[in-house]
């Protein structure tokens, strides 16, 4: 990159949010880490070392519009614009016939898995929008189960479907701005939320299996590439997943 460039990253404290931040500041990029836990978002940092940009760890609960608001206003007062948000941050819920989800536990995740994302993006849009020069770009993070479900995973599939839409509407009414936005698929990627993939899951013919995994890098590779392009190009749709998990073919 000639010239350096602000990122934020939702759900950054961990797992998949964690590995691409760090990755986004040692490429070069001012990274937000934003997440709930300003603790752990400072220890990410730290860990992190000594790299080429700035970080900045900001708490924020991303199904809360007016925190949502407060991030964007702390992120324009320390960088002065917004050229990357990393729509990240998620929550999931154990294998679950629909008849006995809680009603509570569909809220909290369609609350952060897809307002959560659409007060980002709307954030975002806005910033890129009215920033000079113009634009930015928008990654969603969809997931395989925006194509296939899991057995019993109702609340979770539905949000990252919904995601599809999201980013297809972003990426057609962004065009009049230079706002490219695009959605990383991610399958397996081993990070503590994964972990019970290597010992076992539900399987769709009602078995339990282990399944293969993939290390959390080839994402992180693979959203700075997404991130790279110039605004005049756009990945709208990227799969990346452990070659051997059970999602091309039956089950």
Excluded at 48 to 53: E, I, K, M
Excluded at 68 to 97: C, H, I, Q, W
Excluded at 123 to 149: C, D, E, H, L, T
Aim: proline residues 5%; contains cysteine.
């Amino acid at each position: 990159m000639t010239e350096q460039k602000t990122a934020i990253v939702t759900g950054a404290g961990t797992g998949i949010g964690k590995s691409v931040a760090t990755a986004l500041l040692k490429t070069g990029w001012n990274t937000v880490f934003c997440g709930r836990r300003k603790s752990v978002l400072d220890a990410a940092i730290a860990e992190a070392g000594r790299t080429p940009a700035r970080a900045l760890a900001v708490a924020c609960d991303i199904s809360k519009a007016g925190e949502v608001d407060d991030l964007f206003e702390t992120v324009a007062e320390a960088f002065g614009r917004v050229d990357l948000l990393f729509n990240n941050a998620g929550m999931g819920y154990k294998s679950t016939p629909i008849d006995e989800i809680p009603v509570e536990v569909w809220n909290d995740i369609v609350g952060v898995n897809l307002t959560g994302s659409f007060l980002c993006a709307r954030a975002a849009f806005g910033a890129m929008r009215k920033q000079r020069p113009m634009g930015g770009r928008i990654i969603n993070n969809g997931s395989v189960s925006a194509y296939a479900p899991r057995p019993g995973s109702v609340p979770y599939t539905a949000t990252k479907h919904a995601i599809t839409g999201l980013t297809k509407t972003l990426a057609l009414d962004g065009r009049p701005y230079d706002i490219a936005c695009g959605q990383i698929d991610i399958g397996n990627a081993l990070t503590d939320m994964a972990q019970p993939m290597t010992v076992g899951v539900p399987q769709a013919n009602g078995s339990i299996a282990a399944e293969a995994v993939m290390d959390v890098q080839r994402v992180a590779d693979a959203v700075v590439h997404m991130a790279s392009l110039p605004l005049d190009a756009n990945v709208l749709f990227m799969t990346v997943m452990a070659t051997k998990m059970p999602f091309v073919g039956r089950g």
